[in-house]
């Protein structure tokens, strides 16, 4: 309801329709299996795990993960949605001005003399995020209606700026945690780079089961304006 409905495969009506969409159901809609987009869970991810061996290895693990201010994102370009779905991959763009990222890490490593055995709270602020979905999917019929189902989904992730702090770094000593967590931040895009790979992969699970869980609740059929047909002249 109040959501609107556009012809397959029209791309300035679907970003439209979806930043209405977000617009209006910032809590998500439960009828049809969205989750809230204000506060949005994602999955327990292995950032780094180094071999357990020489001078320098870290293993960093973030859990109960929640991100905040996908509510406030604007679509930005759709392509694909077409009546066969299979035809063309569907890509999805997004800016969103600020996501908050807040998770409980547990770190273990060694960094030559550092050795750093903790479990604390961290923070991200990624400001300007920019976000690419390519997705592909697989139509599957049940009770005479499709339904599309996503197999495949590749995200791209961009920041103008990650600003992170954490907190009980290193416990034992707060001027050693003050100081890594500045050297971080003074050197956040080298830490950008290295560890893109990892928060890729948690992006495609949490937006794989985020689409999933509207693509199983809702026939592709009917997210769409029923096709006019010519010859019958309707």
Sequence with gaps: EGV?????GDSNCLIKSINNLIKHYPKGIPEIGLPPLDFLHFPDTGILNSPYRGPIWMTFYNRDNVNKGFENATITHVEGFLRDPNQKQIVIKARVPRVLHEATF???????????????RLQSDFQNFHLTLTIKGVVEYRNNRRYLKVYDLVPRIDTDRWIIQFEDLYKENLDITIFLNRVFNEHWLEFWNELQPSLTKAFSAVFTTLLNGVFENVPYDEMFLPELDIRSGF
Aim: proline share 0%.
């Design 4 to 8: 609107e409905k556009c012809h397959f």
């Design 106 to 120: 547990d770190i273990a490593g060694r960094v030559l003399l550092f050795v750093a055995n903790s479990t604390g």
